[in-house]
């Protein structure tokens, strides 16, 4: 693997008479003969023949909703523990279905799975630790891959899946359910249609107490990984959406961030609790905070909380010249009143720029602007479910465009923006906050696509 890392030092460089005190990582050149992936699209699958590797609490919830997913087939199970391969058997078998090839019980079974030559697409729920290797493997072996948040955990795995999945034209997906959530794509539609007028600022998080969670994740990984790593270790939730918002790499970039974080204290006191001993040197503090620069003049405020006693939220909010949206603590729209001068919305001539529109104006808002694929698969994600549908729809969007040859909804770049918060945060905190400079993962291609938008069949 090619070394990509932090300088170990500020560089100071004299530039216009200013110091710039930003730090800078490597990007390496694109090998040769090697092109980007932007808008990539490969050739229609009529059935989508899928592998799954990891079924623990995500995994076993994919096979769930697969059942149910047109124009897909479970081709095969994987799991180290063989309980929970049979268990997802069963979850087939009472679906109507029948036993499917399964492997486990060694390290690296898995690879068996994406060596078959019946799979077109392996997912990826394992601990994060082996995401990147698992996909990697299933790219060079003619897989598409989608990949459970966070997707990679440094700059090396990033540049990995991005060259790997360049060199291969293979699909490298993140498994972002975020996105999908029912405020999220009504409230983009909204900003596509100009409600918002510029979008100037957004906010995003993963504030999820998650003390409950940590004796279900298998050999204790998740609280290890805090334990040993600092930072921002869990963004992709509050990027997504937000990322969206603002067409990163769609006509935008990100290039600078700065972060900062509190000192540890729920983390080793909940391992001291539990095992009787205390870390010497808990990495990850309570709570982190993270805040981005765009090329164009944007800004996104990420942060990141799984220790602290607090109402689970993912802040979601945005800025815009024209209007304001926010999903927590409550969902509300503020707007110019000109913004929404309709028929079909009542009593907008009362509206005011100082405070959210009323119940009733903000559900006329939110049926006339319900995003097309929820218009479609509202009702059947809430029957299927998935963290209230927002799973099913990601499913079904995956394996939609992948039947139809179609771009998919998040990309490789995607994958890359919205994972790099683990590291380059890090980066930032460990030199006193510094200023860090955000690669440009497309090498260049970040304008190439103006405006994001999801691609759809003719």
Known sequence: MFFVAAVAALLISA??????????????????????????????????????IGLG??????????????????????DIR????????????????????????????WKQLCDREDIDLVYICTDW???????????????HVAIEVPAAMNLDEIWTLINTSERTRKHCMQLENCVYDFFEMTTLNMAQHGLFGEILAVEGAYIHNLEEFWPY???NWRMSFNEEFRGDVY????MGPACQLLDIHRGDRMVTLVSMDTKAVNGPAYVERTTGERPENFQNGDHTHTLIRTANGKTIHIQHDVMSPRPYSRMYQLTGTDGYASKYPIEEYCFRPEQIMSDEIPDHENLNMHGAVSPEVKAALMEKYKHPIVKELEEMAKKVGGHGGMDFIMDYRLIYCLNNGLPLDM?????????????????????????????DFTRGGW??????????AE
């Open 217 to 219: 994740y298998w050999n």
């Open 235 to 238: 963004a992709t939730h509050g």
């Open 57 to 78: 609490m995500r995994g076993i919830g994919a096979i769930e909703r697969y059942v149910y997913v047109p124009g897909a087939r479970i081709a095969a199970l994987c």
């Open 411 to 439: 990309d490789v770049y995607d994958l890359a923006e919205w994972c790099c918060l683990g590291e380059l945060s890090r980066i930032s905190i460990e030199n006193n906050s510094a200023p860090v400079a955000v690669p």
């Open 82 to 109: 063989p309980e929970m391969v049979e268990r997802a058997q069963k979850v087939m078998r009472d679906a109507g279905l029948s036993d499917v090839p399964a492997y486990s019980g060694t390290e690296d079974a």
């Open 129 to 143: 630790k082996h995401h990147t290797e698992m996909a990697v493997y299933a790219m060079e072996h003619g897989k």
């Open 15 to 52: 530039c216009g008479g200013e110091i710039d005190r930003t730090i800078y990582t490597v990007v390496p050149e694109r090998p040769a003969g090697q092109e980007d992936v932007i808008g990539l699209a490969t050739e229609p699958i009529d059935t989508v023949r899928v592998g799954f």
């Open 447 to 456: 304008q190439k696509i103006q405006g994001y938008r999801h691609a759809f």
